[in-house]
């Protein structure tokens, strides 16, 4: 919202992009092409083990060039972790995100193009969804399915299904009515084509913002869990399980949880900036 | 909507989870095998056991002894502690209950006045200072706030206890870990209220009238903007019940939020599904509460036909 107000301060061309946004975009970029890129040019080995300089610190607190970012207590590197976890992380959450804005947006436009009874079952789950706290439908499913992999990616995929669900069931409601969708139908269309060709494309620019305003919770509820030991299991690394790691190594070794801590912090961050000001410029378009 | 059918939606919501939660755990197999081993457990102990936990008969009758069992308050047996899940949940309830409480006192300590300041603001600085603090903490994660209280008040200031329950210091950190992030979002909400309420037509013909700044805030500001406050509640209340989970394990706050972490690890079932009950309940009673206050609040609500 303030980022919205700089921007009209700014002049009457909503496309220049403020100092604050630009800076997120920048991380997320660093963030991925480090991710994309080191593992390229040099060998990530997140297991390594130099147990000649376990819990050694970070450049600038005592240590060497070896280890950037020190080591944790059996020795092994924390860049080579963090950089791990980071693709870890990222990866699962931007497919959860895709499959959440896939299923939500069918099932809502479904519901919108068949009404009558299907539409009065969706909007139930609808409600029912909204009324209980996300991350306890997941550690519920999670207690009755035992913890693995496949489960943890469809439980993150169903986060926010529900959203994606009303807001494409709202406009294409609201589109039926219109003169394009008239003159489709009127020249025999299917409706599939009519929805996917037509519609879709005009109501993707909100759904896009809603999976970025999105993405930080699902990277949020993803490291939440793998920080309880309920998500991501050990050989894998991600975030929420390295921070869960180090937090027994405050004392002795404080390095191993902020790194991770701050990595989770700063994306977070990033995409909600560059979500907000994007609300803000679909707003006023 | 009238109120006999909001309450009957909210039967439905609680019939809706209760009844999936019975397919989920149907889903996974014979809950007793699940529970004992089948080769190192006597035949007749498992048909006993079936028989105590109405296991017996077709899916429908074992759908109704559930049912009549959670009406009664039977949840079955904690296999964590070997004791009545009710009574295992029971006693963790008071010290969630303080944590939420004081949290949420906390969030409103800080939301109402700096969300009313950045409203009055808005557009300035001290606006914009505001809304930056509120994105950042809603980018902050509970578990890495805490841990950084934890670093910093435990571990290099040596002020405070990082773990349990007991004194007034143990409380400190736990509070704020859960009222700071909370209030980022509270603060947020507040001050688009205000801004919407400073908007209304009532407000510009106080001013009109040479009503002072003052009084217009007290009686027509506050008033209209407690309206949209009221209906978040609930959502706040799930959001801190969600964090109290993630809050509780990092500082060993013995309360309900550790103990569902705890059971969903050792897969005590029982427990589980009595807290997830639980918070069902109290989510869909207290957004039953805040339907009934608005219409108490906002007369126009209870006057206009349902639609």
């Not at chain 1, 949880?257 to 961050?269: E, H, K, M």
């Not at chain 2, 009221?230 to 509780?248: D, F, K, Q, R, Y």
């Amino acid at each position: 919202m303030s980022i919205a107000t700089m921007v009209r301060k700014g002049g009457r061309d909503f496309l220049l992009v403020p100092p604050g946004v630009l800076l997120a975009m920048f991380w997320l970029l660093a963030c991925l092409s480090l991710v994309i890129v080191l593992p390229l040019v040099s060998h990530l080995d997140v297991t390594a083990i130099d147990l000649r300089a376990r819990l050694s610190p970070p450049i600038g607190f005592g240590g060497d060039w070896a280890h950037p970012l020190g080591t944790d207590d059996l020795g092994r590197d924390v860049l080579a972790r963090l950089v791990a976890s980071l693709r870890t992380s990222l990866a699962i959450a931007l497919g959860a995100v895709i499959i959440s804005a896939t299923i939500g947006t069918l099932i809502g436009i479904l519901a919108a193009h068949l009404r009558g009874w299907v539409d009065q079952v969706v909007v139930a789950a609808v409600d029912a969804q909204v009324s209980v706290p996300f991350i306890i439908i997941s550690l519920t499913l999670t207690a009755i399915f035992g913890n693995n992999l496949y489960l943890f990616i469809f439980i993150l995929g169903m986060f926010g299904w529900e959203r994606y669900t009303r807001l494409a069931r709202a406009m294409t409601m609201a589109s039926r009515g219109r003169g394009y969708v008239l003159a489709m139908s009127t020249l025999g269309f299917s409706w599939p084509r009519i929805y996917l060709r037509h519609v879709l494309p005009n109501i993707a620019s909100t759904l896009l913002v809603t999976a970025t305003i999105t993405f930080p919770e699902v990277i949020l509820l993803e490291t939440s869990l793998s920080f309880l030991g309920l998500g991501i299991q050990p050989p894998m690394t991600s975030l929420g399980n390295m921070l869960g790691f180090g937090r027994s190594y405050l004392l002795t070794g404080w390095w191993i949880a902020v790194a991770p801590g701050l990595a989770i912090f700063l994306c977070a961050l990033s995409v909600s900036i560059i979500g907000d000001w994007a609300r803000s410029v679909i707003g006023r378009i | 909507m009238t109120l006999a059918l909001r309450i009957l939606r909210g039967f439905l919501s609680l019939w809706l989870i209760v009844t999936l939660v019975f397919v989920a755990l149907r889903a996974t197999g014979d809950p007793i095998t699940a529970i004992f081993d089948p080769d190192n457990t006597p035949k007749a102990a498992l048909e006993a056991y079936r028989q105590q936990w109405g296991y017996t008969g077709t899916v429908f009758d074992q759908y109704l002894v559930y049912i009549s069992n959670i009406l009664h308050g039977e949840f079955g047996f904690s296999s964590m502690s070997n004791r009545d899940a009710y009574s295992v949940v029971m006693e963790r309830l008071p010290a969630t209950l303080q944590l939420v409480g004081c949290s949420a006192l906390l969030m409103m300590a800080i939301g109402i006045p700096v969300g009313a300041v950045a409203a009055l603001n808005s557009g300035g600085r001290l606006d914009r200072f505001v809304m930056t603090f509120s994105t950042v903490g809603f980018a902050l994660p509970n578990f890495v706030l805490g841990l950084a209280l934890i670093l910093l008040f435990s571990v290099n200031l040596r002020l405070l206890p990082s773990n349990g329950i007991g004194t007034a210091a143990h409380l400190i950190m736990p509070v704020l870990t859960i009222g700071i992030s909370k209030a980022a979002i509270f603060t947020r909400f507040v001050r688009s209220a205000i801004l919407d309420a400073l908007k209304l037509t009532c407000v510009t013909s106080a001013r009109a009238r040479g009503v002072s700044e003052w009084q217009i805030f007290w009686h027509h500001v506050i008033p209209n903007a407690m309206l949209p406050l009221v209906t978040i509640t609930p959502l706040l209340v799930g959001a801190m019940v969600a964090a109290s989970a993630v809050v509780e394990t990092v500082f060993g706050w013995p309360g309900v939020g550790r103990l569902i972490v705890e059971s969903v690890a050792q897969r005590d079932l029982a427990v589980v599904q009595m807290i997830v009950m639980m918070i069902a309940l109290v989510m869909i009673v207290t957004n039953l509460l805040v339907d009934l206050a608005y219409s108490k609040l906002d007369p126009r609500t209870a006057l206009a036909p349902a639609h």
